[in-house]
């Protein structure tokens, strides 16, 4: 009888690893970000400001390297359940940021972490509503909780709309940057809310330590 719990259980979660990371490339359009609005501006990296004499040509502006904004697999593993990260993406869907799928060795557990560049800080209010506004779309959520991490954080923690998995998803805001980072488990074991608060003060950090600075005018 044991065996066969055993064998049910990996069953689901090599089930729950594949849904996810089938359905990775469609988080984007989950993720609460109007994908058919124009693409925010990118701040100019430090250093880099406007030209100061007139010509038929300008310089290529400078990009942001958004994925090393994200966190790694060694952040959010712990002493027995360590992470792997795959590939990180840039610019997803054409936007301004980056997402990553970071998944335990056990293929029990996942993390998603998708970060969009916004126009200005004062939209995080408008976009934080209307990312959760599009949450049924990747979970039965429960009544939203607040959080204490970023900006408007906020988790809500339910099922997939399949009954496939658990989800947890905590959204929030750290200066112009909007963060969703969701957290899938198996059926009936969502994630610990101090790792979730965890995870997503190590984002927060990240985002407000690594964003640089707009270019000075002149």
Known sequence: ???????????????????????????????????????ASIPALPGVSSPTTTTTTKPAAATVDYTRLLLLARDISVTGDA???????????????????????????AVSILIVALDDPAAGPSALAEAQASLAKSVNPGPPRPSIVG???????????????SVTVLL???????????????????????FVTNVGQKQAIALRVGMPSPAPTS
């Open 1 to 39: 009888m044991e065996m066969k719990r055993q064998h049910t259980t990996r069953c689901a979660a090599i089930a729950m690893v594949a849904t996810l990371t089938l359905g990775l490339a469609g988080c984007d359009n989950e993720s609460g970000v109007d994908t058919g609005k124009p693409a």
């Open 83 to 109: 992470y792997i990260a795959e590939p990180a993406t840039a610019n997803p869907d054409s936007r301004p940021g980056a997402e990553v799928l970071i998944v335990n060795e056990e293929q029990t557990k």
């Open 151 to 165: 900006t408007g954080g906020t988790v809500v923690s339910g099922n997939s709309p399949d009954g496939a998995k």
């Open 172 to 194: 929030f805001t750290e200066g112009s940057m909007l963060a969703r980072v969701e957290f899938d488990g198996l059926p009936g074991q969502p994630a610990d809310a101090g």
